[in-house]
Protein backbone atom coordinates (compact mmCIF):
# COMPACT_ATOMS: atom_id res chain seq x y z
CA UNK A 1 0.00 0.00 0.00
CA UNK A 2 1.09 3.91 -0.68
CA UNK A 3 2.20 5.08 2.52
CA UNK A 4 1.29 9.12 3.75
CA UNK A 5 4.12 11.11 3.36
CA UNK A 6 2.52 14.71 3.80
CA UNK A 7 -0.01 14.84 6.65
CA UNK A 8 -2.12 18.26 7.48
CA UNK A 9 -3.71 17.38 11.07
CA UNK A 10 -6.48 20.46 11.71
CA UNK A 11 -4.27 22.82 10.39
CA UNK A 12 -5.77 26.85 10.74
CA UNK A 13 -3.62 30.03 9.83
CA UNK A 14 -5.36 32.99 10.67
CA UNK A 15 -3.54 36.69 9.99
CA UNK A 16 -5.15 38.49 12.57
CA UNK A 17 -9.24 38.25 12.48
CA UNK A 18 -8.87 37.05 9.19
CA UNK A 19 -9.11 33.17 8.53
CA UNK A 20 -7.13 31.92 5.26
CA UNK A 21 -6.89 28.04 6.22
CA UNK A 22 -9.82 26.81 8.79
CA UNK A 23 -8.78 23.54 10.32
CA UNK A 24 -7.85 21.54 7.36
CA UNK A 25 -7.24 17.74 7.56
CA UNK A 26 -5.73 16.54 4.59
CA UNK A 27 -3.52 13.22 3.61
CA UNK A 28 -1.01 13.33 0.51
CA UNK A 29 0.78 9.79 -0.28
CA UNK A 30 3.95 9.07 -1.63
CA UNK A 31 4.56 9.26 -5.63
CA UNK A 32 1.25 11.29 -6.05
CA UNK A 33 0.83 14.46 -7.94
CA UNK A 34 -1.04 16.35 -5.88
CA UNK A 35 -3.48 19.34 -6.63
CA UNK A 36 -4.48 22.18 -4.60
CA UNK A 37 -7.16 23.90 -6.24
CA UNK A 38 -9.60 26.91 -5.82
CA UNK A 39 -10.13 30.61 -6.44
CA UNK A 40 -8.02 33.74 -5.08
CA UNK A 41 -8.10 33.67 -1.87
CA UNK A 42 -9.60 30.37 -0.99
CA UNK A 43 -6.55 29.21 1.24
CA UNK A 44 -4.27 27.19 -0.92
CA UNK A 45 -0.81 29.18 -1.36
CA UNK A 46 -1.38 29.57 2.38
CA UNK A 47 -1.51 25.53 2.72
CA UNK A 48 1.52 25.51 -0.04
CA UNK A 49 3.78 28.00 1.97
CA UNK A 50 3.29 25.96 5.98
CA UNK A 51 4.30 22.92 4.08
CA UNK A 52 6.89 25.10 2.62
CA UNK A 53 8.00 26.56 5.84
CA UNK A 54 7.65 30.15 4.63
CA UNK A 55 4.49 30.13 7.18
CA UNK A 56 3.67 28.66 10.48
CA UNK A 57 0.19 27.38 11.58
CA UNK A 58 -1.75 28.91 13.69
CA UNK A 59 -3.19 25.97 14.84
CA UNK A 60 -2.33 22.34 14.21
CA UNK A 61 0.49 20.21 12.47
CA UNK A 62 2.00 19.97 9.28
CA UNK A 63 3.70 16.07 9.15
CA UNK A 64 6.32 15.19 6.56
CA UNK A 65 7.43 11.27 6.47
CA UNK A 66 6.06 11.23 10.24
CA UNK A 67 7.48 13.65 11.26
CA UNK A 68 5.90 17.39 12.68
CA UNK A 69 7.97 19.69 10.84
CA UNK A 70 5.34 22.59 11.51
CA UNK A 71 8.03 24.55 13.10
CA UNK A 72 10.89 23.21 11.32
CA UNK A 73 12.82 26.17 9.22
CA UNK A 74 12.74 25.73 5.25
CA UNK A 75 16.05 24.90 4.16
CA UNK A 76 15.70 22.00 7.15
CA UNK A 77 12.64 20.16 5.51
CA UNK A 78 12.96 17.46 2.64
CA UNK A 79 11.01 19.42 0.48
CA UNK A 80 11.93 21.89 -2.68
CA UNK A 81 9.79 24.51 -4.12
CA UNK A 82 9.40 26.07 -7.99
CA UNK A 83 8.02 29.32 -7.67
CA UNK A 84 5.34 30.71 -9.79
CA UNK A 85 8.38 33.57 -11.44
CA UNK A 86 10.60 30.66 -11.19
CA UNK A 87 13.00 33.11 -9.40
CA UNK A 88 15.68 32.46 -11.29
CA UNK A 89 19.30 34.56 -10.78
CA UNK A 90 19.53 36.39 -13.99
CA UNK A 91 23.60 37.36 -13.23
CA UNK A 92 24.01 33.13 -13.23
CA UNK A 93 24.29 31.11 -16.09
CA UNK A 94 22.05 28.28 -16.50
CA UNK A 95 24.36 25.65 -15.15
CA UNK A 96 25.39 27.93 -11.85
CA UNK A 97 21.41 28.51 -11.22
CA UNK A 98 20.63 24.83 -11.72
CA UNK A 99 23.85 24.19 -9.09
CA UNK A 100 22.84 26.99 -6.69
CA UNK A 101 21.58 24.89 -3.62
CA UNK A 102 24.50 22.27 -3.89
CA UNK A 103 26.80 25.12 -3.40
CA UNK A 104 25.54 26.46 -0.27
CA UNK A 105 24.91 22.84 1.18
CA UNK A 106 29.05 22.38 0.61
CA UNK A 107 28.79 19.89 -2.29
CA UNK A 108 32.19 19.60 -4.06
CA UNK A 109 32.98 21.26 -7.35
CA UNK A 110 33.20 18.40 -9.61
CA UNK A 111 30.05 16.46 -8.08
CA UNK A 112 28.04 19.78 -8.30
CA UNK A 113 28.44 20.33 -12.22
CA UNK A 114 27.87 16.42 -12.97
CA UNK A 115 24.40 16.57 -10.79
CA UNK A 116 23.48 19.84 -12.12
CA UNK A 117 24.31 18.45 -15.92
CA UNK A 118 22.34 15.13 -15.25
CA UNK A 119 19.38 17.73 -13.54
CA UNK A 120 19.71 19.47 -17.18
CA UNK A 121 19.74 16.23 -19.52
CA UNK A 122 16.62 15.34 -16.96
CA UNK A 123 14.52 18.55 -18.13
CA UNK A 124 15.61 18.71 -21.67
CA UNK A 125 18.15 21.17 -21.27
CA UNK A 126 21.23 19.46 -21.99
CA UNK A 127 23.61 21.73 -23.34
CA UNK A 128 22.22 24.76 -22.15
CA UNK A 129 23.95 24.91 -19.29
CA UNK A 130 26.57 28.08 -20.14
CA UNK A 131 23.67 30.45 -21.30
CA UNK A 132 21.88 33.41 -19.57
CA UNK A 133 18.33 32.67 -18.24
CA UNK A 134 17.60 35.77 -20.49
CA UNK A 135 18.70 34.04 -23.52
CA UNK A 136 16.15 31.35 -22.83
CA UNK A 137 12.28 31.60 -23.43
CA UNK A 138 9.40 31.11 -20.73
CA UNK A 139 9.15 27.57 -21.05
CA UNK A 140 12.94 27.11 -21.11
CA UNK A 141 13.22 29.00 -17.52
CA UNK A 142 10.22 26.66 -16.22
CA UNK A 143 12.67 23.99 -16.68
CA UNK A 144 15.72 25.53 -15.29
CA UNK A 145 13.45 26.41 -12.23
CA UNK A 146 12.52 22.91 -12.31
CA UNK A 147 15.84 21.71 -12.49
CA UNK A 148 17.17 23.56 -9.58
CA UNK A 149 14.27 22.05 -7.47
CA UNK A 150 15.32 18.31 -8.27
CA UNK A 151 18.94 18.71 -8.08
CA UNK A 152 18.76 18.11 -4.42
CA UNK A 153 16.10 14.85 -4.61
CA UNK A 154 13.78 16.38 -2.57
CA UNK A 155 11.21 13.96 -1.18
CA UNK A 156 8.44 16.51 -2.12
CA UNK A 157 8.37 18.85 -5.12
CA UNK A 158 6.01 22.30 -4.57
CA UNK A 159 5.19 23.77 -7.70
CA UNK A 160 3.04 27.20 -6.97
CA UNK A 161 1.06 28.05 -10.11
CA UNK A 162 3.92 26.69 -12.40
CA UNK A 163 2.42 27.32 -15.96
CA UNK A 164 0.71 30.56 -15.25
CA UNK A 165 3.32 32.24 -17.04
CA UNK A 166 3.14 30.39 -20.12
CA UNK A 167 1.34 30.83 -23.23
CA UNK A 168 -1.46 28.56 -24.09
CA UNK A 169 0.06 26.25 -26.46
CA UNK A 170 3.65 25.95 -24.62
CA UNK A 171 1.64 25.30 -21.10
CA UNK A 172 -0.59 21.98 -22.90
CA UNK A 173 3.10 21.39 -24.12
CA UNK A 174 4.02 21.59 -20.40
CA UNK A 175 1.54 19.95 -18.57
CA UNK A 176 2.46 16.50 -20.66
CA UNK A 177 6.26 17.29 -19.60
CA UNK A 178 5.52 17.69 -16.12
CA UNK A 179 3.34 14.36 -15.69
CA UNK A 180 6.01 12.53 -17.91
CA UNK A 181 9.17 14.01 -15.47
CA UNK A 182 7.06 13.12 -12.32
CA UNK A 183 6.51 9.55 -13.39
CA UNK A 184 10.16 9.43 -14.16
CA UNK A 185 11.76 10.95 -11.06
CA UNK A 186 8.90 9.42 -8.89
CA UNK A 187 8.62 12.57 -6.43
CA UNK A 188 5.67 13.56 -4.68
CA UNK A 189 4.34 16.18 -6.69
CA UNK A 190 1.95 18.84 -4.99
CA UNK A 191 0.61 21.81 -7.54
CA UNK A 192 -1.38 25.26 -6.62
CA UNK A 193 -3.44 26.52 -9.04
CA UNK A 194 -6.53 28.13 -9.99
CA UNK A 195 -6.92 26.52 -12.96
CA UNK A 196 -9.46 23.64 -13.67
CA UNK A 197 -8.24 22.30 -16.30
CA UNK A 198 -4.58 21.94 -15.66
CA UNK A 199 -5.51 20.31 -12.24
CA UNK A 200 -7.67 17.64 -14.37
CA UNK A 201 -5.01 17.18 -16.87
CA UNK A 202 -2.13 16.84 -14.71
CA UNK A 203 -3.06 15.51 -10.93
CA UNK A 204 -3.91 12.29 -9.86
CA UNK A 205 -6.02 13.70 -7.20
CA UNK A 206 -7.22 17.18 -6.45
CA UNK A 207 -8.27 18.89 -3.42
CA UNK A 208 -10.95 21.55 -4.13
CA UNK A 209 -11.19 24.75 -1.46
CA UNK A 210 -12.98 27.70 -1.09
CA UNK A 211 -12.68 30.06 1.82
CA UNK A 212 -10.38 28.34 3.48
CA UNK A 213 -11.83 25.25 3.66
CA UNK A 214 -11.74 21.92 1.99
CA UNK A 215 -14.85 21.30 -0.37
CA UNK A 216 -13.48 17.90 -1.65
CA UNK A 217 -11.08 15.57 -2.37
CA UNK A 218 -11.02 13.28 -4.68
CA UNK A 219 -9.59 12.14 -8.20
CA UNK A 220 -10.05 14.81 -11.67
CA UNK A 221 -13.06 12.34 -13.34
CA UNK A 222 -14.89 12.01 -9.54
CA UNK A 223 -14.41 15.63 -9.02
CA UNK A 224 -16.11 16.40 -12.65
CA UNK A 225 -18.54 13.57 -12.57
CA UNK A 226 -19.68 13.17 -8.63
CA UNK A 227 -18.93 16.32 -7.12
CA UNK A 228 -20.40 17.05 -3.51
CA UNK A 229 -21.80 20.21 -3.80
CA UNK A 230 -23.34 22.97 -5.84
CA UNK A 231 -19.48 24.85 -5.60
CA UNK A 232 -17.48 22.23 -6.51
CA UNK A 233 -19.43 21.42 -9.50
CA UNK A 234 -19.76 25.29 -10.89
CA UNK A 235 -15.88 25.71 -9.99
CA UNK A 236 -14.97 22.66 -12.16
CA UNK A 237 -15.34 22.61 -15.61
CA UNK A 238 -18.84 24.08 -16.95
CA UNK A 239 -22.37 23.44 -15.41
CA UNK A 240 -26.07 23.65 -16.10
CA UNK A 241 -27.95 24.07 -12.44
CA UNK A 242 -31.87 23.01 -12.40
CA UNK A 243 -33.20 23.61 -9.14
CA UNK A 244 -35.97 21.50 -8.04
CA UNK A 245 -37.90 19.52 -5.38
CA UNK A 246 -37.17 15.25 -5.42
CA UNK A 247 -40.90 14.07 -5.73
CA UNK A 248 -39.66 10.34 -6.10
CA UNK A 249 -36.84 8.34 -4.74
CA UNK A 250 -36.05 4.60 -5.52
CA UNK A 251 -34.12 2.25 -5.74
CA UNK A 252 -33.58 2.16 -9.12
CA UNK A 253 -34.95 5.69 -10.32
CA UNK A 254 -35.49 9.26 -9.00
CA UNK A 255 -37.85 12.16 -10.29
CA UNK A 256 -37.05 15.41 -9.33
CA UNK A 257 -39.51 18.04 -10.84
CA UNK A 258 -38.50 21.24 -11.80
CA UNK A 259 -40.11 24.56 -12.92
CA UNK A 260 -38.28 25.41 -15.72
CA UNK A 261 -36.78 22.03 -17.42
CA UNK A 262 -40.00 20.21 -16.63
CA UNK A 263 -39.06 16.57 -14.89
CA UNK A 264 -35.57 15.55 -14.72
CA UNK A 265 -36.05 11.37 -14.36
CA UNK A 266 -32.74 9.60 -13.34
CA UNK A 267 -31.69 6.16 -13.49
CA UNK A 268 -30.54 5.68 -9.70
CA UNK A 269 -32.24 6.37 -6.11
CA UNK A 270 -31.05 10.18 -4.60
CA UNK A 271 -31.52 8.92 -0.59
CA UNK A 272 -33.21 11.86 0.01
CA UNK A 273 -36.14 12.87 1.79
CA UNK A 274 -39.32 13.36 -0.77
CA UNK A 275 -40.10 16.64 -1.15
CA UNK A 276 -36.35 18.21 -0.48
CA UNK A 277 -35.24 20.80 -2.66
CA UNK A 278 -32.32 19.69 -4.77
CA UNK A 279 -30.20 21.12 -7.74
CA UNK A 280 -29.39 19.35 -11.28
CA UNK A 281 -26.06 19.54 -12.28
CA UNK A 282 -25.68 18.55 -16.27
CA UNK A 283 -22.62 18.91 -17.62
CA UNK A 284 -23.02 20.65 -21.52
CA UNK A 285 -21.15 18.16 -23.33
CA UNK A 286 -23.86 15.94 -21.79
CA UNK A 287 -26.88 17.62 -23.43
CA UNK A 288 -27.87 16.71 -27.06
CA UNK A 289 -29.66 19.33 -29.44
CA UNK A 290 -32.09 18.35 -32.18
CA UNK A 291 -34.23 20.27 -34.98
CA UNK A 292 -37.46 21.51 -32.96
CA UNK A 293 -40.55 19.21 -34.59
CA UNK A 294 -43.66 18.87 -33.29
CA UNK A 295 -42.52 15.81 -31.93
CA UNK A 296 -40.06 16.03 -28.88
CA UNK A 297 -37.17 12.98 -29.19
CA UNK A 298 -37.02 10.33 -27.16
CA UNK A 299 -34.55 9.32 -24.44
CA UNK A 300 -33.78 5.75 -24.35
CA UNK A 301 -33.26 5.53 -20.99
CA UNK A 302 -36.25 7.76 -19.28
CA UNK A 303 -39.88 7.62 -19.65
CA UNK A 304 -41.63 9.93 -22.61
CA UNK A 305 -41.67 13.39 -21.44
CA UNK A 306 -38.78 13.22 -19.17
CA UNK A 307 -35.48 14.84 -19.94
CA UNK A 308 -36.38 16.97 -22.42
CA UNK A 309 -36.63 20.67 -23.17
CA UNK A 310 -37.81 22.94 -25.87
CA UNK A 311 -35.71 26.30 -26.24
CA UNK A 312 -34.29 28.87 -28.94
CA UNK A 313 -30.69 29.31 -29.62
CA UNK A 314 -29.52 32.74 -28.14
CA UNK A 315 -25.55 32.48 -28.71
CA UNK A 316 -23.21 30.32 -29.97
CA UNK A 317 -19.60 30.88 -29.97
CA UNK A 318 -17.15 28.35 -32.98
CA UNK A 319 -13.94 27.14 -31.15
CA UNK A 320 -12.52 24.84 -34.09
CA UNK A 321 -12.59 21.58 -32.29
CA UNK A 322 -16.70 22.36 -30.79
CA UNK A 323 -19.73 24.67 -30.86
CA UNK A 324 -20.90 26.42 -27.27
CA UNK A 325 -24.52 27.19 -27.74
CA UNK A 326 -26.82 28.99 -25.50
CA UNK A 327 -30.20 27.99 -25.63
CA UNK A 328 -32.90 30.32 -24.03
CA UNK A 329 -35.70 27.60 -22.46
CA UNK A 330 -39.04 28.20 -20.39
CA UNK A 331 -38.63 31.13 -17.79
CA UNK A 332 -35.62 32.67 -19.33
CA UNK A 333 -33.12 31.22 -17.87
CA UNK A 334 -29.91 29.76 -20.46
CA UNK A 335 -28.85 26.41 -20.80
CA UNK A 336 -25.43 25.96 -22.23
CA UNK A 337 -24.41 23.10 -24.74
CA UNK A 338 -21.03 21.77 -26.56
CA UNK A 339 -21.35 20.22 -29.70
CA UNK A 340 -18.08 18.60 -30.80
CA UNK A 341 -17.57 19.35 -34.68
CA UNK A 342 -17.18 16.06 -35.95
CA UNK A 343 -17.32 16.65 -39.83
CA UNK A 344 -16.18 20.11 -41.20
CA UNK A 345 -19.55 21.03 -41.69
CA UNK A 346 -21.45 20.36 -38.67
CA UNK A 347 -20.80 24.26 -37.34
CA UNK A 348 -23.73 24.93 -39.79
CA UNK A 349 -25.85 22.51 -38.49
CA UNK A 350 -27.56 25.24 -35.79
CA UNK A 351 -27.74 28.60 -35.88
CA UNK A 352 -29.19 32.16 -34.01
CA UNK A 353 -32.78 32.14 -33.22
CA UNK A 354 -33.26 28.45 -34.51
CA UNK A 355 -35.91 26.47 -32.04
CA UNK A 356 -34.27 22.89 -31.14
CA UNK A 357 -35.21 20.74 -28.24
CA UNK A 358 -32.68 19.48 -25.79
CA UNK A 359 -32.48 16.13 -24.00
CA UNK A 360 -29.66 14.35 -22.04
CA UNK A 361 -29.99 10.60 -20.55
CA UNK A 362 -31.29 9.54 -17.01
CA UNK A 363 -27.43 8.69 -16.34
CA UNK A 364 -26.54 12.28 -16.68
CA UNK A 365 -27.22 14.65 -13.88
CA UNK A 366 -25.58 14.45 -10.58
CA UNK A 367 -28.01 15.79 -8.04
CA UNK A 368 -26.69 18.01 -5.25
CA UNK A 369 -28.20 18.48 -1.77
CA UNK A 370 -26.26 21.86 -1.23
Not at 13 to 42: H, M, Q, Y
Amino acid sequence: MTKPIIQFENVSKRFGKVSAVDNVSLTINEGEFFSLLGPSGCGKTTLLRMLAGFEMPTEGRVMIDGKDMSTTAPNLRPVNMVFQSYAVFPHMTVLDNVAYGLKMDGVPGDERRRRAEEALELVKLGGFGPRKPDQMSGGQRQRVALARALVKKPRVLLLDEPLSALDAKLRDQMRTELTTLQEKVGITFIMVTHDQDEALAMATRCAVMNRGLLQQVASPSDLYEFPNSRFVADFIGSVNMFEGTLDVDEPDHAIINTKDVGPIYLDHGVTGATGTTVWAAVRPEKIEMHKRTDKPPKVEDAPEGYNVIAGVVKHLVYLGSETIFEVEINGGSLVKVVRPNLTRWDQEDFTWDEKVWLSFHACSPAVLLS
